[in-house]
C-alpha cells in the first residue's frame, strides 16, 4: 500500500505529456490521439505485484487508477485459462490454450473494460455514463452500472442483435436505438455526453477502457505459470482488444517479468477488414458486412494504435470468411463446451486460416480469445445448427437411432 501516486500519460500520436486527470479521453493537442499512461519501470510498485483482490483487481497495482476508487461489485475477470484438448489434437499443436473471457458477468470481454471505467467514472463524481456500442459494450455498461447504481444511456446501432439490447434493459439502462450504423450511433453518443455531461465510455475515445482490458493478459501469463505465450489470436474490430492485450504484456516486460512479446494476431472478418487494410496500406473498406456483428466495424476507432502494436509484436492481420467463422462457432463448442458468438469464435477460424498460410511450429504456445458468450447471438448459430430430432415420448422411438457418435465436429 501507500505508493501508489497518480500516473501521467503520453499521446500515441504526438507524444504530448498529459498530467493526471488532464483528459479523460483524447489528445487536448492533435485531438486523434489515444492516451496511453507512462511506462511502468519508472513507476514504483507496491509490493506484491499482484494482490488478493476478487477477479482483475488482483492486478490493481498496474492501473492507473486510484486504488481509493470505487469499485462495481460484481467480480469481473479471472476467467479460466483452459488446454485446447481435443482441439489441441485437432489441430496438432501441443499447446493450444483457450481463454474463456464468456464467462465474465454480462458474457463478453468488455467487462473489463467497463469496470475500469465506472470506477474511474465514480471517482470524478459523474451523475451519468453512456456508450456508443455494437452491443457487448452497451450491455456490459449497463450490467455493471446496474451493480453500482449509476444511471446508464446505451446508443446502438437498429441492427444490433436482440440478446445484447434486452440484456442492456433489463439492467435497467436507458437503450436508444440508433437508425444508422454503429459510427452513427458513436457521433450522436459524444454529442449527447457534451450535451448532458455524462461520461463517455465509448471505446478508443475513453483511453481507461484499454487499461481495463489489459488485464487478461496478465491473467493469460500467470495461467502459463508466469510465462508469454508465442502467439495470441484476437477478434478485431475497433482493435482496442488488441492494444489492451499488447499493453499488458508490454507492462508485464517492462517490470521484465517476461523477456519477450507475444505475436499478437488480429482476425478480422473478411467482410469488415479495416485494420488489414490500413496494415497494408491499402484504402479502407467501403461498406462491412459479417454476422461476426462485435467486429464489424468500418471505421476502426483505435486502428492507428492497432497497427502500431501488432507491427510492435511481428503480428499480423488474417481474414475469415463468416463461413468459416461459424463453423468455428460449432467446432469450438462441440470440441471444448465453450459457446462463443460468431466474432467470440473467430479467433478458432482465425488459427485455421494463419495454418494454411504460415508454418507453426507444433510445440509453439498459442492463446485463443474467445470474446463474448454465445448465447448473446443465437440467430447466427441457428443458421447452421441441425433441428433437434422429434420424438414420441417413449424410450422405444430412441432405438435404432445412432445414438453414441461423438460430438459432431467439422475439422476432424
Ligand atoms: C468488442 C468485441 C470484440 C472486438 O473488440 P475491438 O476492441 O472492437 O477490436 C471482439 N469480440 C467481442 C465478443 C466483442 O464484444
Ligand atoms: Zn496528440
Partial sequence: MGSWKPRSFVCSVCGRVHKPGESEYTCVACYTGVLEPMSLSSAVLAEPIFTESPGMWRYERLLALSPEALRPPMPVGRTPLVPGGRLGRQTGLANLFIKNDTLNPTGSLK???TAVVLARAAEIGAAGIAVASTGNAGSSLAGLAA?????????????APRAKVVQALMYGARVFAVRGTYDDAFDLCVEACKRFNWYNRSTALNHWTIEGKKTVAYEIYEGLGNR??????????????????????????????????????????????????????????????????????????????????????????????????????????????????????????????????????????????????????????????????VIEPSVDALQGLDLHRENASGSA
Fill in 147 to 159: 451493480s453500482m447504481g449509476m444511471p446508464a444511456m446505451i446508443f446502438v446501432p437498429e441492427s
Fill in 111 to 113: 467487462d473489463r473494460a
Fill in 228 to 389: 508469454a505465450p508465442n502467439m495470441v489470436l484476437i477478434p478485431t474490430g475497433d482493435g482496442c482488444v488488441l492494444s489492451g492485450v499488447a499493453r499488458g504484456f508490454q507492462d508485464l516486460l517492462d517490470l521484465r517479468l517476461i523477456e519477450r512479446l507475444p505475436r499478437l494476431i488480429a482476425v478480422q472478418a473478411s467482410g469488415s477488414n479495416a485494420i488489414a487494410c490500413l496494415l497494408a496500406g491499402a484504402p479502407p473498406p467501403e461498406r462491412v458486412k459479417t454476422v461476426a456483428d462485435s467486429i464489424k466495424v468500418r471505421v476502426p476507432r483505435n486502428g492507428p494504435l492497432a497497427v502500431r502494436d501488432i507491427r510492435a509484436t511481428g503480428g499480423r492481420a488474417i481474414e475469415v470468411s463468416d463461413d468459416a467463422i461459424l463453423t468455428a462457432v460449432r467446432d469450438l463448442a462441440s470440441a471444448t463446451g465453450i459457446f462463443a458468438e460468431p466474432a467470440g469464435a473467430a479467433a478458432l477460424a482465425g488459427l485455421q486460416a494463419l495454418r494454411a498460410e504460415e508454418n507453426i511450429d507444433r510445440e509453439a504456445t498459442i492463446v485463443l480469445l474467445v470474446t463474448g458468450s454465445g448465447l448473446k447471438d443465437i440467430d447466427a448459430a441457428a443458421g447452421i445448427a441441425p433441428s433437434p430430432v
